[in-house]
């Protein structure tokens, strides 16, 4: 078992694949001392004794390792299945099983450790603490995002929000170019929500009527983070309240200020941000629901809250009405006095959503949203089957093709990216149901003369969602520093950072590039890493026996989900929502006498 452990680690089994020699002497070397160190591991550990939810977990990330690993290697299965390869593809399951048994089993010893032997000594900051959580939360907060402020004043802009200003003031984009506009002489549309990009626009239009345009962005920004900081501070105070440990709150105040996702993003002028906040108020939503309504009827206030908090996560992310209503059928469950009540909270939020969405915005001749966006996926699967297999296209179906994408064959092959769906998705277009009816028995035709196409291409366009070791795609944490950006500096704007701070400005974005390849801490800036964090909090609660808890998981979950339906692989920002609401969930989590 030891040899086959290490020899899953540092046999080349890609080169193996490619015809090559896959041994080397540093490999052997590896080979041989590892073999050694498992022994020792598992002769010191009960591996052998593996519980209920672990046997779900573990063949689930072994699974995630080997197709991940598939992908980054040759972008296919193929490495997997092709001949002989299989017997080795076997072997390695074995070994990434018990490889990630010993990792869950020394997860559980830190987590006992931590909880049971690892107490804080009683100083003045502890009592302060203890005494004003919510204060000494904010203070720490402010203080550690105010360098970021500083640095990067007014805002780190990247290229949708950029648009958004744009739109805002009435300037075509290429999002007018993408949909099918209700008004010609109204440039603003849906494709991001309406309601972002207004406050973006007019914060740089009152910054303008006051200072400049930099001073309206910074006022987007000062709110934005404040309402961060508040609501961070307000959950480590509310987990304080439940009896969470102070451990675990001060491990959650130093997660707020180490991570780049809540630094960087506090001056991010992305949709995320807000949305991410949000979900963070419907993790304690969730757990006043749990604690306070199964056997008691809401009260009235408690319904309106709901719906104010429920809204503004549609307002903000135009899936996330998908959210809200997916969610609400397991409060149902949950606390049935309280189903009439719930049901009629999930009626009235669908109605108030559809009348903005397809009522007030087309009555102000904004356009909406397209169904491009939800189709990501099919969109890459008919782009791959194009570039492998264009030959076999009849000349009827190579015209329907490039009328479809709008651009030649030949263009479609050189814009398809196996991890980013945007270059092919933006030019596609069907003016009615009827077109888009045509391209779904176009595609379901390719997809039954070559189904093995359009799995790869689903796979390879979302493993880093599930695979820890993948990097992030685009854009990265500290991508968009700098706001000269043509995309929205076209001469109508001025928009521009302070030459005063730059030492410092490149001082925090090289040092924050740098922990992205920096092996171990690099991590935190994978989003497969987060997947499995939140799978084995999962387990964790299973384990427990909490199953009240799983509640919590379910927006989490959700969210997701929506990250496999998204343009980018292994996109940081879209894991966002996940990643600020994991700290809240681990807190309850472990948190002692958990009903």
Not at 20 to 29: D, E, M, R, W
Not at 208 to 237: A, K
Request: glycine share 4%; proline share 4%; with cysteine.
């Amino acid at each position: 078992l030891s040899f086959i452990s290490a020899f899953t680690l540092f046999f080349n089994f890609k080169k193996l694949y490619l015809g090559k020699n896959p041994f080397s002497i540093l490999n052997i070397v590896l080979l041989v001392l590892f073999t050694f160190i498992f022994y020792i591991f598992y002769a010191k550990n009960d591996y052998k004794n593996i519980s209920k939810e672990d046997k779900i977990l573990l063949p689930m990330f072994s699974i995630f390792v080997l197709v991940g690993q598939s992908y980054r290697d040759v972008g296919s299965l193929s490495i997997l299945f092709r001949k002989y390869m299989f017997f080795f593809t076997i072997i390695r399951f074995i070994g990434f099983y018990n490889i990630l048994n010993l990792f869950m089993i020394y997860i559980k010893k830190t987590i006992s450790i931590f909880e049971n032997k690892f107490n804080l000594k009683d100083n003045k900051f502890i009592k302060l603490f203890n005494k004003h959580p919510f204060l000494v939360s904010l203070f720490v907060l402010i203080f550690c995002y105010s360098i970021y402020y500083i640095a990067y004043y007014p805002a780190v802009l990247s290229p949708d929000p950029s648009n958004q200003i744009k739109q805002a003031f009435n300037v075509r984009t290429k999002y007018v170019d993408y949909s099918i506009q209700i008004d010609p002489k109204v440039n603003l549309t849906n494709h991001h929500p309406v309601l972002h990009t207004l406050m973006l626009g007019y914060s740089v239009k009152l910054g303008r009527l006051l200072v400049n345009d930099n001073f309206g962005l910074f006022i987007y920004t000062f709110f934005q983070g404040l309402f961060l900081v508040l609501t961070l501070s307000y959950s480590i105070s509310y987990l304080k309240k439940k009896g969470v440990s102070n451990k675990y709150l001060l491990l959650m105040l130093l997660l707020y200020v180490i991570m780049p996702c809540f630094s960087f993003y506090a001056i991010n002028t992305n949709k995320d941000v807000y949305y991410s906040i949000l979900m963070i108020w419907l993790t304690i939503f969730l757990i006043e629901f749990i604690e306070n309504f199964k056997n008691k009827k809401i009260e009235f206030k408690w319904l309106i809250l709901s719906f104010v908090l429920m809204m503004f996560i549609c307002l903000f992310r135009n899936n996330g009405i998908f959210l809200v209503l997916l969610l609400l059928p397991f409060m149902c469950n949950y606390s049935k006095i309280n189903k009439k009540r719930i049901i009629c909270l999930v009626f009235t939020i669908f109605i108030s959503y559809i009348s903005y969405s397809k009522i007030l915005l087309p009555a102000l001749h904004i356009t909406g949203t397209t169904v491009r966006e939800v189709l990501s996926i099919p969109f890459q699967q008919t782009a791959r089957y194009i570039k492998y297999y264009d030959k076999r296209l009849s000349k009827k179906e190579r015209n329907y093709v490039e009328n479809l994408y709008r651009m030649s064959i030949k263009e479609i092959k050189k814009k398809y990216q196996p991890e980013l769906s945007d270059p092919v998705k933006f030019p596609w277009k069907v003016n009615d149901k009827k077109e888009l009816i045509e391209y779904f028995k176009f595609w379901f035709k390719c997809f039954k003369k070559h189904p093995k196409v359009y799995v790869d291409s689903f796979l390879e366009n979302y493993y880093g969602y599930f695979y820890p070791l993948k990097k992030d795609y685009k854009d990265g944490v500290a991508w968009f520093i700098v706001v000269y950006n043509k995309r929205v500096n076209t001469g109508y704007f001025d928009l521009h950072y302070l030459k005063t701070f730059k030492t410092e400005r490149n001082f925090i974005t090289n040092f924050t590039n740098k922990l992205k390849v920096t092996k171990g801490i690099g991590l935190i800036y994978n989003t497969g890493v987060y997947t499995w964090v939140l799978l084995i909090l999962i387990g964790y609660t299973l384990y427990k026996k909490r199953y009240t808890n799983l509640i919590f998981s379910i927006p989490i979950l959700l969210t997701l989900a929506f990250c496999f339906l998204s343009p980018v692989n292994a996109y940081l920002r879209y894991m966002n929502p996940i990643i600020v609401t994991i700290p809240v969930y681990l807190a309850i989590c472990l948190k002692k006498n958990n009903k």
